[in-house]
């Protein structure tokens, strides 16, 4: 069964305790891997794409990469501003169908 | 300019209204999408349409009807919800279908 499943849940930092966000995938023909912030009662911002395996991106203090099978979002000295909601997404072909699937996302909270 | 718009911000309807959702974008874009987004739950894709044609229909109830009158604008239109349809309605736009989305700030829609 295809799945897209983010670990963890929530996770607290304290400000400037680096961490990673895991985003696993059991698809087949990967189109995209994408990562998402979304913020209370607003749209998802878009953070990242990745297209294959071994491919990094970064961004200030986030720093995305890609393996056949998982997605870490690294975050290096997190500031409380980086409080947020994580999301992963995944576009995949599903025999002739294309298919764009979300994970259930990871509540970061940053503490002062 | 990255900007997705939609209106209303908010809207209450009864369970016998007819109302529409609406958003624009004008960055050229050849891709529109609807999600539902219940509270702590990632969005859920409901609509797809790829150069003004429904490309992806996740089996949503009729009560839901999409219309992409042009490239750059995309309806939602609502008949006879029910209380669960309650929800934040998320419209995004990317370059084509598996490119990075950009979200617009969502309508709340609260079904009476």
């Known amino acids: 069964e295809d799945q897209v499943t983010q670990s963890p849940e929530a996770l607290r930092l304290q400000e400037g305790e680096s961490s990673s966000l895991n985003c696993s995938y059991t698809v087949s023909g990967l189109r995209g891997l994408f990562w998402y912030r979304q913020d209370p009662g607003k749209g998802p911002e878009f953070l990242f794409t990745l297209y294959s395996a071994g491919e990094e991106k970064e961004k200030e203090r986030l720093k995305a990469t890609l393996t056949k099978k998982e997605s870490f979002l690294h975050i290096t000295a997190p500031k409380p501003e980086d409080s947020a909601t994580y999301l992963c997404a995944v576009w995949y072909s599903s025999g002739s169908a294309r298919q764009l699937t979300f994970g259930s996302g990871t509540q970061l909270t940053v503490l002062p | 300019d990255t900007e997705v718009t939609q209106t209303p911000k908010h809207l209450v309807m009864g369970m016998t209204n007819k109302k529409s959702l609406k958003c624009e974008q004008h960055m050229g874009h050849r891709a529109m999408y609807w999600y539902k987004q219940k509270a702590k739950k990632p969005p859920e894709l409901m609509f797809v349409?790829?150069?003004?044609?429904?490309?992806i229909n996740e089996s949503v109830p009729s009560r839901f009807s999409p219309e992409c009158p042009n490239s750059s604008l995309l309806n939602l239109h609502l008949h006879a919800l029910q209380p669960e349809d309650s929800a934040l309605y998320l419209c995004?736009?990317?370059?084509?279908?598996?490119?990075?989305?950009?979200f617009g700030p969502g309508t709340r829609l609260t079904v009476t």
């Open positions: 995004a736009s990317s370059q084509y279908v598996d490119y990075e989305q950009y």
């Open positions: 349409y790829s150069y003004e044609k429904l490309s």
